[in-house]
């Protein structure tokens, strides 16, 4: 389908969207889905109208009625538009890396038998590291973190050890992702609920969020980073002066 143009009968926009014909109509008669392009008599919709069922789902999955949806996107008016933009830019995700399937066999062969790794599986799984899939089969969300984990081992730390820094940095990236977050609604969310909200208000608070989602990522590496190396160079340097005494 051309990016821009409507080709798309309701039966295959059905298709597309995973969403029956029936709530289809019923959408658009509420006023959620904007009207067809119509060319001899059929109505031909596109890839925006794909884009707007994918989002009622979604948000129809996070447990948003569909009288609160209505009032969020109902009509073709500019809020609606607006909606979709912000809530594009809140909720995209950052670029990932694919998911992996692994089984057992493979685990205990990179990390070791099944006496070293059965409770570690288990604190993987609770760390969402593993997903189990049933059949002895795993689900990595992650194949970097598993891969990092497994070349800890072979460098001689326990599993159970990287398990627990992974479980603490965890927390410490939820905290971090919370504080940047409240920023975010504090000043530029808040403000610009009192302000008047013009198209050009709408525009530059949705790049506002669009940028300062990876720049809050960059922000959190380049201080790790700084902290890392202080870190290191206290614990190295106090280790070296503990050696230089004990041989003096």
Known sequence: MAE???SLTIEQLAHE?????????NHQT????????????????????VERLHLIQQMQAEGIKLSGIERLLGGEGEWADRFTALRHAITVPFAVEPAEIITLAELEERFGQPERTGKALERAQKLG?????GDDSYEVPSPSLLRAAEEAVQRGIPLPAA???IEKVRRNAES?????????????????????????H???????????????????????????TAETEKAFGRALEEQAKRRG
């Open 163 to 165: 398990l627990s820094v």
């Open 30 to 49: 509420r006023g959620l889905l904007p009207p067809p392009e119509v060319r001899a008599r059929t109505g031909y919709y596109g890839r925006r109208h």
């Open 17 to 25: 969207s995973g969403m029956s014909v029936r709530n289809i109509r």
């Open 176 to 200: 971090a992702a919370s504080a940047f977050v409240r920023l975010f609604m504090d000043e530029l969310w808040k403000p610009f609920e009192g302000e008047d909200q013009t198209d050009e």
């Open 129 to 133: 590291v593993l997903v189990p899939l």
């Open 4 to 6: 821009d143009e409507d």
């Open 202 to 228: 709408w525009q530059e608070t949705t790049e506002a969020i669009e940028r300062l989602r990876p720049l809050s990522v960059e922000v959190l590496v380049a201080l790790f980073r700084q902290a890392l």
